[in-house]
């Protein structure tokens, strides 16, 4: 998934996700998702993200980390720093991206 990222707001960003919230961080787990990156590609100013999903019903854990009001609170810090893709899916944040090569 790929999103832009505002300039001014790179420095915060990453102290922020240096930083992350304990509980952020058990949410993410608590919603069976492993191997969560985010890089950035400067000066392009874009955050590529990729996680893997070991859970069996996606749509209701997604829902649970959505409900979660710690969760909300990051979100309300993260988004505005965050500059969505003209191109993205009606209803995206991120743009999902199709993946066209792997190797294990």
């Not at 790929?2 to 420095?11: A, H, L, R, S, T």
């Not at 990729?50 to 969760?71: I, N, Q, R, S």
């Not at 720093?81 to 944040?93: D, F, K, S, V, Y």
């Amino acid at each position: 998934m790929v999103i832009g990222i505002k300039p001014e707001k790179i420095p915060e960003y990453k102290r922020l996700h240096a930083e992350t919230w304990p509980e952020i961080l058990q949410q993410i787990s608590d919603c069976n998702i492993r191997n969560y990156s985010i890089f950035l590609r400067e000066p392009e100013n874009l955050l590529f993200g990729y996680w893997e999903y070991h859970g069996t019903d996606f749509a209701a854990d997604a829902a649970k980390m959505a409900a979660d009001p710690k969760t909300q609170e990051w979100w309300a810090i993260c988004m505005p720093m965050q500059a969505p893709l003209n191109t993205r899916a009606e209803g995206e944040w991120w743009a999902m991206m199709e993946e066209v090569f792997h190797h294990d």
